[in-house]
């Protein structure tokens, strides 16, 4: 069993940053592979970025590539999502889910077995 909590959402003008953090506890974190999704109201959960915990690659969703940086603290067992230049379109609930350690379907929800409660982003314009 793995359990995340996030923490780190609020409100933030639109070109600023936030910072979101995920601390994961349970099992041996280097067989996971750590996820960011988000949901907008009236939309589908869709992905934002991953990372296998233990090799450090990383993945994006296109629109967030060059603005998002997802990393990792082995000592704090915490993932990060740093959001910089944010958007109106960014605004969403932010979730953290735990999935296989394998590169395929890092994009999809369905791999992912075990979530948090989410963290919300609000961005003004």
């Known amino acids: 069993q793995v359990q995340l909590v996030e923490s780190g959402g609020g409100l933030v003008q639109a070109g600023g940053s936030l910072r979101l953090s995920c601390e994961v506890s349970g099992r041996t974190l280097s067989s996971y592979r750590i996820g960011w999704f988000r949901q907008a109201p009236g939309k589908e959960r869709e992905f934002v970025a991953a990372i296998r915990w233990s090799n450090r690659y990383t993945y994006y969703e296109d629109s967030v590539k060059g603005r998002f940086t997802i990393s990792r603290d082995n000592a704090k067992n915490t993932v990060f999502l740093q959001m910089n230049s944010l958007k109106p379109e960014d605004a969403a609930v932010y979730y953290c889910?735990?999935?296989?350690?394998?590169?395929?379907?890092?994009?999809?929800?369905?791999?992912?077995?075990?979530w948090g409660q989410g963290t919300q982003v609000t961005v003004s314009s």
């Open positions: 889910a735990a999935g296989g350690n394998f590169a395929m379907g890092y994009n999809l929800n369905r791999n992912y077995d075990y």
